[in-house]
């Protein structure tokens, strides 16, 4: 049974339609690269598999671990094992990371978690992920750099546990340097859980170089155009994605 599902999506925002049939199977301990242009529909795909209600599904469906999860809410979702790292992720003044990541994860687990057992767990992920042990007890995102934001990313990823893990543009903005520092993380993570789904989305090779994709799909005008290996990727980058807009 695959991991993850979707099958003839399409996803209409503010009245209109973004993607038009999309079709996509990742399978268990799998990287899949979403490429594409702007204005493809790659976001608007990470925001509709976690269930963001500004995202209407008029068509098709969402199947993860074999279940139809399409009319399930975000905090179902993401219960059952779904993680989305945002491109923009938003700052929550006030709310300690240690904070945050207790209640995510009591929620998760369904279970209530102290602050001592969790910040164990999370001091361990910190010194894996080369972070400074002091990033728990600041707020969330407030103040963060670019890369820290993208590390904190990662460091939810690894204490969540989840099952499929979609990362929506972790690469953008990043410096040669906090490039290579986040997809250290997401190595470290995949080797601690290698059973682990990853959907990266993405515009550029340079991630692919460090995170190697099993299958590189190409999402042009809302659809799946082509899918390949990581040559794909190589392609693209080589000769840009116009060639494929009348596909």
Avoid: C
Wanted: proline share 5%; hydrophobic share 40%; net charge negative.
């Amino acid at each position: 049974m695959p991991l993850f599902q979707v099958e003839n999506l399409h996803v209409r925002v503010e009245g209109a339609e973004i993607l038009r049939g999309v079709d996509l199977t990742v399978g268990t301990g799998e990287v899949h690269a979403l490429m594409g242009p702007n204005g493809s529909g790659k976001s608007t795909l990470a925001n509709t598999l976690l269930g963001n209600p500004a995202y209407e599904v008029t068509e098709g469906r969402i199947l993860f671990q074999g279940e139809d999860i399409t009319d399930w809410p975000t905090e179902i979702r993401g219960k059952a094992g779904i993680f989305l790292a945002f491109q923009y992720p938003e700052e929550l003044p006030g709310v300690p990371v240690v904070q945050f990541l207790r209640q995510a994860l009591s929620a998760r687990k369904g279970i209530d978690l102290s602050v001592l057992e969790l910040r164990l767990s999370i001091m361990e992920w910190m010194k894996r992920l080369d972070m400074d042990p002091s990033f728990g007890d600041r707020f969330l995102n407030e103040g963060f750099s670019g890369g820290e934001k993208k590390r904190n990313e990662i460091l939810q990823m690894a204490i969540l546990e989840p099952d499929l893990a979609i990362l929506d543009e972790t690469d953008s903005g990043l410096d040669i340097d906090a490039l290579g520092v986040v997809a250290s993380g997401i190595a470290e993570v995949r080797r601690s859980r290698p059973e682990l789904g990853v959907l990266l989305v993405t515009h550029y090779q340079r991630i692919l170089d460090r995170v190697t994709p099993d299958v590189v799909h190409l999402l042009v005008d809302g659809r799946v155009v082509t899918s390949g290996g990581p040559d794909l990727a190589k392609k693209l980058e080589a000769e840009g994605y116009e060639a494929w807009r009348s596909t």
